[in-house]
């Protein structure tokens, strides 16, 4: 047995990846993805996204990993462990509340799910035209405390899951479902790059036309990399602290990186072919998404089925994220302001649902819950995917690169000496000088323009 700790723990080396992929891999990728890429101009756009992934995702990753495993504690206490009596508990604070804030947004869009699985089991879609379905998806909008009974009943959802705790809860669900998400994404982008006339989408995502390249697009892909990842909010520090000491933090990173790439391109070529293949627009933003799923199961043999195994799917996703949010929340109040785990769930679920229904509400066409061009929704978005989570992945890198030093660093990455990590001194030389001059120099040239 390993030593007494009682601190929660991940059980097995599938289990954590599948609980990291499952926090990455959720609305982020099949819903946001979509729409960030069909208003950034399409190829140039995953261009840029998978430079940051790469470049950028995969260091910030590993440097929350470390901070998490090292210092054996939430977002906050994480940083307290590590830099006593400094300001850098600050990167943890600044998290805590951008988990906060996404949960409440995301929390919406997660209820929309639920309404999905029910319009499909009732055949709500069948035959529907174009016109008819964005009709349904607008009217669906405009009955706003319908969305907020969806989002509360998804907040339960969350808060029941973390209520129960790490092992029980979150590793059982994860490991099991995602791989067959994997395959219903497969089976309709098959389905999508055969319609008639899907090949323009096909351009649209793969042809990428460079004078598309703006500021926006990039701090846009940079927000988009961060937020698809689950970086820059502490949600890999406080998974990364229930890691074992005998588990490999690098290739953790590689398959979280690789999986959520591969389910966000794949989202990718569901959506766009079948999109332009149905005269939608690519700049549809949310209907993009809820409009074009359906109706590509209109054109498959058991649509009608796929279709509910799909919005059941995407729900259970959105849940694997929402309870890495969750769980970023409750892990601070429970270890730091030592709140009993069960009523620090309640508590943040709660406050979430307070916040939330405001982001939910002011999606009505008729809202009054909108300032500056945005809505509530989407100023909670912006702020905290295009602000929060880059800024918190700069101050990460930051630390990691110069604050906890090149011994501790290789020390977590190398199991004290037991594996080889070949990569390891590039990634330090990427965390140090290349990932916070990158971010930095995004950040900039879309304040610019
Ligand atoms: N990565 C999740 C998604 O793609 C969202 C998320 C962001 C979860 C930040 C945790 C932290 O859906």
Redesign the pocket.
């Known amino acids: 047995m390993e030593e007494k700790n009682k601190r929660d723990g991940f059980g097995s080396k599938l289990g954590i990846i599948a609980a990291a992929a499952g926090?990455?891999?959720?609305?982020?990728?099949i819903y946001?993805f979509p729409c960030e890429l069909g208003n950034n101009g399409g190829a140039a756009f995953l261009l840029v996204y998978l430079i940051v992934v790469v470049f950028l995702g995969i260091p910030v990753m590993l440097s929350e990993l470390v901070i998490g495993r090292r210092g054996q504690s939430n977002a906050v206490g994480a940083f307290k462990k590590l830099a006593p009596k400094s300001a850098w508990p600050i990167v943890g604070y600044i998290g805590v509340l951008c988990?906060f804030i996404?949960f409440a947004f995301?929390s919406t869009i997660s209820g929309w799910t639920l309404e999905y699985i029910v319009k499909s089991v009732s055949n709500s879609f069948q035959g529907k035209d174009l016109a008819a379905m964005e009709q349904d998806f607008s009217n669906f909008h405009d009955m706003g405390w319908r969305n907020v009974m969806w989002q509360a009943i998804f907040i339960f959802l969350t808060g029941f899951v973390v209520f129960k705790g790490v092992q029980n809860g979150i590793e059982r669900y994860a490991k099991i479902l995602m791989p067959v998400l994997l395959v219903i994404l497969v089976i309709l982008g098959v389905r999508s790059a055969t319609l008639p006339g899907a090949k323009d989408g096909l351009v649209f995502l793969f042809k990428p036309d460079f004078s598309k390249i703006t500021g926006k697009v990039l701090i846009s892909a940079l927000g988009q990399g961060f937020?698809?990842?689950?970086l820059g909010?502490g949600?890999l520090i406080t998974y990364g602290s229930y890691i074992k000491k005998d588990d490999n933090l690098t290739s953790t990173a590689f398959s979280v990186v690789l999986s959520d790439t591969l389910i966000a391109l794949l989202a990718g070529i569901v959506i766009f072919p079948a999109a332009f293949s149905f005269g939608i627009n690519p700049q549809a933003g949310m209907g993009l998404v809820f409009n074009t799923i359906p109706m590509i199961f209109n054109q498959m043999m058991g649509g009608y089925w796929f279709c509910i195994i799909f919005f059941v799917l995407l729900a259970i996703a959105?849940l694997t994220?929402t309870i890495?949010?969750l769980e970023v929340v409750v892990a601070y109040l429970s270890e730091e302001l030592h709140i009993k785990r069960q009523w620090a769930t309640v508590l943040a679920c709660v406050a979430t649902m307070l916040i939330g229904s405001f982001a939910s509400l002011s999606l009505k066409s008729n809202t009054s819950l909108a300032f500056g061009g945005r809505t509530v929704f989407d100023w909670m978005d912006f702020i905290s995917s295009n602000i929060l989570?880059p800024l918190g992945g700069l101050l990460i890198v930051l630390f990691v690169g110069w604050r906890l030093g090149k011994s501790h660093f290789f020390d977590e990455v190398t199991n004290s000496g037991k594996l080889k990590s070949p990569l390891k001194r590039i990634i330090l030389f990427i965390i140090r000088y290349l990932a916070p001059l990158a971010i930095i120099v995004i950040f900039i040239s879309g304040l610019i323009k």
Do not use: P, Q, T, V
Not at 23 to 29: K, M, P, T
Not at 227 to 230: A, D, T
């Open positions: 926090s990455a891999i959720g609305l982020g990728n946001r988990g996404i995301y937020f698809s990842l689950s909010m949600a959105a994220s890495s949010l989570l």
